[in-house]
């Protein structure tokens, strides 16, 4: 037996470097060094340009886009890393929030041709880190002497990319009895990944057949409605509203899933929060730090259901996408319980965008 870490813990591990500042080795046919550029500082940026190579930039289309950068390898841009270039020059490619006061990065050469798995996994371990997903991808000659004399981690990338494309499996830690103000028959259940990211709640009202649907609430976490009672969104109210319908009916299921901000954590939330006080809507603020519209993954919830023992659900929800995943991940919806609480003069807006660029029913 060996006590050596699997992949799913190497993973792990460089997901915690890269929010460290410091790099990783991903070694395959041909072996890079990986940097988040968000921690990166001067000195490593420094160490790492001076190692032989081409290095390389590499960003998300939906950034490249907002730069007018050629992101010739589809999903992502390889930019060359111009000899004169710093560390300001490199941040300011990653981060938008210059972007109205400084527009003009270039001229942004970008690589074309050539493999870039490494690349891509840089950019899954950036987001998954809950970091911009920029990184620096400088490429070496020999990847078990870089990782050996330098204490870096090495990931084997052909055993990252499936790993880096799938979710973790999900295991119940311990539930617990939980008086509520909606209800005294409240339980509260944790569940904890295996590739140590976030842990998810499932909160149990009353005694919930599991051979019927259940009353169900897929929420993803919202430090900012939930808890401060921000009045940019309307998490809150409805994090409430799903809640008391729960206990007025006696029974149900209330998931709440550690994914902020659309699966982009709080610091990026923030930072979309920015943007949109510079004129972006939601979804354009997301598309300038390089994300999708919605980086969560809603099957994580399915899991949970599935592991407690049910198999229907009647869905509160305004969001289609959420009733899809949930079929598709083997959970009956046999209604969609529409959910419309909160709407503000601050948040109308943000509404809006949700109905007509995410599909929200209204």
């Known amino acids: 037996m060996s006590?050596?870490?699997?992949?799913?813990?190497?993973?792990?591990?460089?997901?915690?470097?890269?929010?460290?500042?410091?790099p990783v080795v991903m070694?395959?046919?041909?072996?890079?060094?990986i940097a988040a550029i968000e921690t990166l500082d001067a000195n490593r940026l420094e160490?790492?340009?001076?190692?032989?190579?081409?290095?390389?930039?590499?960003?998300?289309?939906r950034r490249a886009e907002t730069l007018k950068a050629r992101a010739y390898d589809g999903?992502?841009?390889?930019?060359?890393?111009?000899?004169?270039?710093?560390?300001?020059?490199?941040?300011?490619?990653?981060?938008?929030?210059?972007?109205?006061?400084?527009?003009?990065?270039?001229?942004?050469t970008c690589a074309r041709d050539g493999d870039v798995a490494a690349h891509r996994a840089g950019l899954s371990l950036c987001k998954t880190a809950r970091l911009l997903p920029a990184c620096l991808v400088v490429p070496i000659s020999d990847a078990h002497n870089m990782s050996s004399q330098n204490g870096l981690t090495s990931l084997p990338l052909s055993e990252a990319i499936p790993h880096l494309s799938?979710?973790?499996?999900?295991s119940e830690v311990i539930s617990a009895r939980l008086p509520l103000e909606v209800s005294e028959a409240g339980r509260l259940h944790v569940f904890r990944p295996e590739d140590g990211s976030e842990e998810h709640y499932a909160v149990e009202i009353g005694?919930?057949?599991?051979?019927?649907?259940?009353?169900?609430?897929?929420?993803?976490?919202?430090f900012t409605g939930d808890l401060m009672g921000s009045l940019k969104c309307d998490c809150g109210p409805q994090l409430r509203a799903a809640l008391k319908q729960m206990g007025q009916e006696g029974h149900g299921i209330l998931l709440y899933m550690n994914q902020e901000g659309r699966g982009i954590g709080l610091a990026n939330k923030m930072?979309?929060?920015?943007?949109?006080?510079?004129?972006?809507?939601?979804v354009e603020a997301?598309?300038?730090?390089?994300?999708?519209?919605?980086?969560?993954?809603?099957?994580?919830?399915?899991?949970?259901?599935?592991?407690?023992?049910?198999?229907?659900?009647?869905?509160?929800?305004?969001?289609?996408?959420?009733?899809?995943?949930?079929?598709?991940?083997?959970?009956?919806?046999?209604?969609?319980?529409?959910?419309?609480?909160?709407?503000?003069?601050?948040n109308r807006a943000y509404l809006a965008t949700k109905a007509a660029k995410s599909g929200h029913l209204q």
Not at 27 to 33: F, H, K, Q, S, T
Not at 52 to 59: F, M, Q, R, T, Y
Not at 291 to 309: S, V
Request: net charge negative; hydrophobic share 45%; proline share 8%.
């Open 47 to 61: 160490a790492l340009l001076a190692v032989p190579g081409e290095a390389v930039l590499a960003i998300t289309a």
């Open 286 to 346: 997301n598309h300038r730090l390089g994300f999708e519209d919605d980086e969560r993954d809603f099957r994580l919830g399915a899991d949970i259901l599935k592991a407690l023992g049910f198999s229907a659900v009647r869905l509160m929800t305004n969001n289609p996408n959420k009733v899809e995943m949930m079929q598709v991940s083997g959970i009956n919806v046999t209604e969609r319980v529409p959910l419309h609480e909160g709407e503000n003069r601050h």
């Open 75 to 108: 999903d992502l841009a390889r930019i060359l890393f111009p000899a004169d270039a710093t560390l300001a020059w490199a941040q300011g490619v990653a981060d938008p929030a210059g972007d109205l006061m400084t527009p003009l990065k270039g001229p942004l």
């Open 271 to 282: 930072r979309a929060y920015s943007l949109q006080d510079q004129g972006f809507d939601t």
């Open 27 to 33: 070694d395959g046919p041909a072996p890079v060094l």
């Open 3 to 22: 006590i050596r870490p699997d992949i799913t813990e190497l993973l792990a591990r460089a997901r915690a470097d890269l929010r460290m500042g410091v």
């Open 207 to 222: 005694r919930p057949d599991r051979a019927k649907p259940v009353l169900s609430r897929l929420h993803s976490a919202c």
């Open 166 to 170: 799938s979710r973790s499996p999900l």
